[in-house]
């Protein structure tokens, strides 16, 4: 489609320079309203004249210019005969997207629209963020096709749809490799890039929490902690694929989904990075793997076999997989995993508890005040042997170790937050929303 948007902005742009040259031309000089003389800014300085009258011509021509290219990228990319629907809901002043569609082209179109200002924030972010990651756009982009064998094709039709609908909301060009970098950014930091370089990232906070009750009920939940700017390019998403369950998300840009979700059956996932010292394979990514989990799966440990093909994983991390009956804890490498059923609570941060794995982590007391604090924030909490959904968020808003707000624009922040039952932009001290399942 990139072709008729190059013909529209040329037409429509070439359409306005005439009109206004028209308009100066044949009324304002006429009159003798000349634009040269009007520009009388500095009577001693007539050069100084020229160059201002110029630069503001410039503007104003680069302003018409670059006009015209978002009026034509949004009548370019637009998409007629869209199946199903997407519209924003609100749940005591949150805010999630739900999506209806027929297949993953539409619902990926459905998610660009909606989601264009998110996305197309997500690609400045990562395009002015070289210093920080080490990385440039050009070798995310390298970096990233390495994945692309591994991605079924139905996902491939969504993050195309996700490229031309965010086009189309934004009026600037999201190509299809912008939607693939945004949705395996966390493979190539976490499971490439961040082993070899053998320093901790101070950016990593979320802590996560879960427990088995007396009666048996099981509540789980966390805070995603992530650095200020990503505050600008989150979203939660309900969304539904056909005859496939609902699937209730956490995004960052134009990722299908990240590591914090809930399907109508009841399986909820949370997640916490782990910066080790190795090398993750190239292999199927995480989005795809919670995408096929949380669409298929009814049971804990059939999402746990998604989650982890051939005992593999894209980077090191933790994750608490629970539903209705059963909870479960996993502590991951790249290639081993540790499982635990908890007959009671469960803490994880960004830290293995795991001893033996302790040689594995590029700094092995990272995280680990933080752990302990965690751990007996929720041991009071539980001391009559039940954890209520209030009770956990009484935990997740405790500042500043859990719920955190550090100093400064780039300063970790907890961004978003979720549990069984409540989920949240921002932390859990602000509005909270009632999960749609």
Same mark, same amino acid.
Not at 82 to 99: A, C, D, F, P, T
Not at 278 to 297: D, N, Q, S, Y
């Given at each position: 489609m990139s072709?008729?948007?190059?013909?529209?902005?040329?037409?429509?742009?070439?359409?306005?320079y005439y009109i206004?040259?028209?308009?100066?031309? !044949? +009324?304002?000089?006429?009159?003798?309203k000349s634009f040269w003389k009007k520009l009388k800014l500095n009577k001693n300085h007539p050069r100084l004249n020229t160059v201002l009258g110029l630069s503001?011509? &410039?503007?104003?021509?680069?302003?018409i210019g670059l006009f015209c290219f978002n009026i034509s990228n949004r009548i370019a990319y637009f998409k007629f005969g869209i199946s199903g629907s997407s519209e924003w809901v609100y749940s005591n002043g949150q805010k999630y997207l739900h999506i209806n569609a027929d297949n993953n082209y539409d619902l990926g179109y459905h998610t660009g629209y909606q989601l264009s200002s998110e996305v197309f924030k997500m690609k400045f972010l990562l395009s002015v963020s070289e210093a920080s990651f080490g990385v440039?756009?050009?070798?995310?982009?390298?970096?990233? !096709?390495?994945?692309?064998?591994?991605?079924?094709?139905?996902?491939? !039709?969504?993050m195309q749809g996700l490229s031309e609908g965010a086009s189309a909301g934004s009026g600037f060009p999201i190509s299809f490799s912008d939607i693939l970098i945004q949705n395996v950014i966390f493979e190539i930091l976490y499971g490439? &890039?961040?082993?070899?370089?053998?320093?901790? !990232?101070?950016?990593?906070?979320?802590?996560?929490?879960?427990?088995?009750?007396?009666?048996?009920?099981?509540?789980?939940?966390?805070?995603?902690?992530? +650095?200020k700017p990503f505050s600008w390019v989150q979203s939660f998403v309900l969304h539904k694929v056909n005859d496939d369950p609902y699937v209730f998300s956490y995004r960052l840009g134009g990722c299908l989904a990240m590591p914090m979700g809930k399907n109508e059956y009841g399986l909820t996932l949370i997640t916490n990075l782990v910066q080790t010292k190795i090398v993750a394979p &190239?292999?199927?990514?995480?989005?795809?793997l919670i995408r096929e989990g949380l669409e298929k799966e009814k049971s804990v440990d059939d999402l746990y076999d998604s989650l982890f093909p051939s005992n593999k994983s894209s980077y090191s991390r933790n994750f608490?997989?629970?539903?209705?009956?059963?909870?479960?804890?996993?502590?991951?490498?790249?290639?081993?995993?540790?499982?635990c059923h908890p007959e009671t609570i469960v803490v994880q941060s960004n830290t293995f508890n795991n001893l033996y794995w302790q040689k594995y982590l590029v700094d092995d007391q990272y995280s680990k005040e933080r752990q302990i604090y965690a751990e007996s924030l929720i041991i009071d909490a539980f001391n009559d042997n039940e954890l209520t959904n209030q009770e956990l968020l009484l935990i997740l808003k405790d500042t500043p170790i859990i719920?955190?707000?550090?100093?400064?624009?780039?300063?970790?922040?907890?961004?978003?937050?979720?549990?069984?039952?409540?989920?949240?932009?921002?932390?859990?001290?602000?509005?909270?929303? &009632?999960?749609?399942?």
């Amino acid at each position: 489609m990139s072709w008729l948007s190059v013909i529209l902005t040329l037409t429509l742009t070439i359409t306005c320079y005439y009109i206004i040259t028209i308009f100066y031309l !044949e +009324v304002l000089k006429k009159k003798g309203k000349s634009f040269w003389k009007k520009l009388k800014l500095n009577k001693n300085h007539p050069r100084l004249n020229t160059v201002l009258g110029l630069s503001l011509l &410039i503007l104003l021509g680069g302003s018409i210019g670059l006009f015209c290219f978002n009026i034509s990228n949004r009548i370019a990319y637009f998409k007629f005969g869209i199946s199903g629907s997407s519209e924003w809901v609100y749940s005591n002043g949150q805010k999630y997207l739900h999506i209806n569609a027929d297949n993953n082209y539409d619902l990926g179109y459905h998610t660009g629209y909606q989601l264009s200002s998110e996305v197309f924030k997500m690609k400045f972010l990562l395009s002015v963020s070289e210093a920080s990651f080490g990385v440039s756009y050009a070798q995310f982009l390298d970096l990233s !096709e390495k994945y692309l064998p591994f991605i079924p094709q139905k996902y491939i !039709e969504e993050m195309q749809g996700l490229s031309e609908g965010a086009s189309a909301g934004s009026g600037f060009p999201i190509s299809f490799s912008d939607i693939l970098i945004q949705n395996v950014i966390f493979e190539i930091l976490y499971g490439l &890039i961040n082993p070899l370089d053998l320093s901790v !990232e101070n950016t990593l906070g979320c802590t996560t929490f879960g427990s088995k009750n007396h009666d048996g009920t099981i509540i789980i939940g966390q805070n995603m902690d992530l +650095v200020k700017p990503f505050s600008w390019v989150q979203s939660f998403v309900l969304h539904k694929v056909n005859d496939d369950p609902y699937v209730f998300s956490y995004r960052l840009g134009g990722c299908l989904a990240m590591p914090m979700g809930k399907n109508e059956y009841g399986l909820t996932l949370i997640t916490n990075l782990v910066q080790t010292k190795i090398v993750a394979p &190239i292999m199927t990514p995480t989005f795809v793997l919670i995408r096929e989990g949380l669409e298929k799966e009814k049971s804990v440990d059939d999402l746990y076999d998604s989650l982890f093909p051939s005992n593999k994983s894209s980077y090191s991390r933790n994750f608490i997989i629970a539903n209705q009956t059963t909870l479960l804890s996993v502590q991951s490498l790249p290639d081993n995993q540790t499982i635990c059923h908890p007959e009671t609570i469960v803490v994880q941060s960004n830290t293995f508890n795991n001893l033996y794995w302790q040689k594995y982590l590029v700094d092995d007391q990272y995280s680990k005040e933080r752990q302990i604090y965690a751990e007996s924030l929720i041991i009071d909490a539980f001391n009559d042997n039940e954890l209520t959904n209030q009770e956990l968020l009484l935990i997740l808003k405790d500042t500043p170790i859990i719920c955190r707000d550090e100093e400064g624009l780039i300063g970790m922040s907890t961004l978003a937050f979720m549990t069984s039952k409540s989920f949240g932009l921002g932390n859990p001290n602000g509005k909270i929303g &009632i999960l749609p399942f």
